[in-house]
């Protein structure tokens, strides 16, 4: 039902652009300047509607013309927008400006006065999942994941104030995380169930493959040692979820890598297996392994665009089973923001690294179909939520699950700093992106484009059925 061949299909037979046929220099350029655009637009929204003066944080639940419609605060999201504030401050030379500084600083303590709450177990601490306005816990996920992000505003405020005490707290925090994932979970507070089967969910072991590439950058061989265990750990939990053959990417598996009965084990994720694409290419770039990084391309990459993407209307479906079978998830067949920043990065990052310019051609349908169904003209920032046919669904800028839309898009880079770890690239306008940002694809797309301009042989890319 859902596996077409990806290679003529309706969606593409009558969308216009630089999609039909081959990639023109003059295209590229307008795809670079509309990033760099999107990326000013979006920033200017949430440093307009989202801060919240009075009790500190952001508001995250805003409607589509900027007015706040509910004022809980949700963790997770107050630490990406700090994670966020502080990487454009501290990379981007034009967002290196007091008002952001000042911005990532008032979240952030927010954060460390509110968020941690106590865990279940003697001395540990949980995050809440979110927050009443003035910093009162309304509610406690049993997962790791406002504790992941948590980690990552701390880290990279430290990084912009010099705050050592930060720095410390990550790592403490994220101690933490490595024992409730690899020894014990009791601290998250899940009770153990007698029918509740244990899952190697793809999520977990990718988050923490995102917190180690955040936590050694830049930081030396000291910290590098100490997370290389654990990052060849997540690369091969994510690796188990790659079942039937070679043929599938399954959302979950047996601790032991095998495939688990019911929808739970047949629910794929298109969005999820595309970024494990790109945090598993990113890891072969800094390693050096090949292997890794043909598996991550044919298998993160090629399959679940493949397998993905709606033949008929175009964009990638949010959850598949993979027999075919109707998701369980009500929301299966709508098209969400994120999975496309998602492809979008990881088809860059697979270019940048192989120069297949096949995947020039994955872009430019991802592309056009993204910029042309999800961007708001008239009010700003980003739709989120969008029909199977691509019509918005959710009117709202911001809620529980999104924030900044562009925050999903920020890790592609110039293949020549995808070859050294640790590299910082300049790019045309005086701005480094570091190769292990993960987030906007809006700026760190730019050294793309430019290498795909600088070589003419690569943007005449005839039209093929892919396989």
């Not at 919240?52 to 639940?61: I, K, L, P, S, W």
């Not at 008032?106 to 009443?132: D, Y």
């Amino acid at each position: 039902m859902f596996m077409q061949s990806p290679g003529e299909d309706s969606y593409s037979r009558n969308t216009s652009g630089f999609s039909q046929g081959k990639m023109s220099v003059v295209k590229l350029e307008e795809c670079r300047e509309r990033l760099r655009t999107e990326l000013d637009n979006v920033v200017d929204f949430w440093l307009k509607y989202s801060h919240d003066n009075v009790h500190g944080g952001f508001f995250t639940c805003i409607g589509k013309d900027g007015k706040v419609y509910d004022e809980l605060k949700y963790v997770w999201l107050q630490g990406r927008q700090v994670w966020m504030y502080c990487r454009l401050y501290r990379t981007m030379d034009r967002f290196h400006k007091p008002e952001i500084l000042e911005a990532a600083k008032a979240g952030g303590a927010f954060l460390r006065k509110f968020a941690r709450v106590p865990g279940t177990s003697s001395g540990q601490w949980k995050c809440a999942f979110c927050l009443t306005r003035d910093g009162k816990a309304v509610k406690i996920q049993r997962t790791i994941f406002s504790e992941c992000f948590y980690i990552m505003a701390m880290d990279e405020l430290s990084r912009v104030t010099g705050d050592e005490d930060m720095q410390l707290e990550a790592e403490e925090m994220m101690k933490q995380l490595i024992y409730w994932v690899q020894k014990d979970s009791s601290g998250l507070g899940r009770p153990q169930l007698p029918g509740d089967i244990p899952i190697n969910s793809m999520a977990v072991p990718m988050m923490l493959l995102c917190l180690v590439q955040q936590l050694v950058e830049g930081r030396g061989q000291e910290v590098v040692q100490k997370y290389r265990e654990l990052g060849n750990w997540c690369v091969q939990q994510i690796l188990q979820h790659i079942q039937r053959n070679g043929t599938a990417i399954l959302e979950n598996v047996s601790p032991e890598g095998s495939e688990l009965p019911g929808c739970l084990g047949r629910l794929q994720n298109p969005g999820h297996a595309l970024e494990a694409g790109w945090f598993l290419l990113q890891f072969s770039a800094e390693s050096g392994d090949e292997e890794l990084q043909r598996t991550a391309i044919d298998k993160f990459v090629e399959l679940p665009y493949q397998y993905g993407w709606d033949k008929e209307h175009g964009g990638l479906f949010y959850f598949l089973d993979v027999d075919g079978h109707c998701p369980t998830q009500l929301e299966w067949s709508m098209k969400l923001w994120w999975p496309h920043c998602e492809a979008l990065i990881a088809i860059l990052m697979a270019y940048s690294q192989t120069k297949r310019p096949e995947l020039l051609e994955r872009f430019s349908q991802v592309y056009e179909y993204t910029f042309s169904h999800f961007p708001d003209a008239k009010s700003g920032e980003w739709f989120g939520y969008l029909t199977q046919e691509g019509r918005v669904a959710l009117d709202l800028k911001g809620g529980p699950f999104k924030g900044k839309n562009i925050i999903e898009l920020d890790n592609c880079q110039d293949a020549r700093a995808a070859e050294k770890p640790n590299y910082f690239n300049k790019m045309s306008d005086g701005t480094q992106v570091s190769v292990k940002q993960m987030g906007t694809v809006v700026l760190a797309a730019f050294d793309q484009l430019q290498l795909v301009q600088r070589r003419p042989d690569l943007v005449q890319v005839e039209k093929k059925t892919l396989h």
